[in-house]
């Protein structure tokens, strides 16, 4: 069975950081694209950032560009998402989702930026 | 990238069909087939329903259908029940290779 789950969320100050994490079970992360979405507080979904499969090659939201890193462990089969300069707007829940077609989806862990 | 445009509501009595409009570009739904929809119940984390603007993943209900004509995809829910109370968002690959999503629909079952 897929499983997906998030954790690393938290409350936050801005301009602070925090990783998330994504453990996978019942399929190798490695040969899947994987995504970040984000979703404020009764808000719409946002794609966040994607990592291809079996590469490193990764791509980003222009209002994460240069702030958020997204990077996998294989021998964890986890993925993970580095956070920095965090500011309110980020505040939100964070899925990670499997595949292109996003097929599987974590729970979510939430992320509040606040002082 | 701005959002792709969904109504912010529709609504119909059970067992009617209602559709769902998803508005881009030709730079993501109009130039790609990588149209999906997802269902989010309250409190839960969003469930794929339709892929390639058409295809149903193993398990999702016949009810539910997929289309796509120029730069508008669409969905149709087919004998409307309650249980399919939930917001519906459409997402689409684009030409920037990312990704982008709709601002979600909230459906009631009168």
């Known amino acids: 069975e897929v499983q997906l789950v998030e954790s690393g969320g938290g409350l936050v100050q801005p301009g602070g950081s925090l990783r998330l994490s994504c453990a996978a079970s019942g399929f190798t992360l490695y040969r899947y694209s994987m995504n970040w979405v984000r979703q404020a507080p009764g808000k719409g979904l946002e794609w966040v950032s994607h990592?291809?499969?079996?590469?490193?090659?990764?791509y980003y939201a222009d209002s994460v560009k240069g702030r958020f890193t997204i990077s996998r462990d294989n021998a964890k089969n986890s993925l993970y998402l580095q956070t920095n300069s965090l500011r309110a707007e980020d505040t939100a829940v964070y899925y990670c989702?499997?595949?292109?077609?996003?097929?599987?989806w974590g729970q979510g862990t939430l992320v509040t930026v606040s002082s | 990238q701005s959002a792709l445009t969904q109504p912010a509501s529709v609504s119909g009595s059970p067992g009617q069909s209602i559709t769902i409009s998803c508005t881009g570009t030709s730079s993501d739904v109009g130039g790609y087939n990588y149209v999906s929809w997802y269902q989010q119940r309250p409190g839960k984390a969003p469930k794929l329903i339709i892929y390639d603007v058409s295809k149903r993943p193993s398990g999702v209900s016949n009810r539910f259908s997929g289309s796509k004509s120029g730069n508008t995809a669409s969905l149709t829910i087919s004998g409307l029940q309650a249980e399919d109370e939930a917001d519906y968002y459409c997402s689409s690959y684009t030409a920037r290779s990312t990704w982008v999503f709709g601002g979600g629909t909230k459906l009631t079952v009168l």
């Open positions: 989702a499997r595949a292109f077609n996003f097929d599987y």
């Open positions: 990592i291809v499969a079996s590469t490193t090659t990764t």
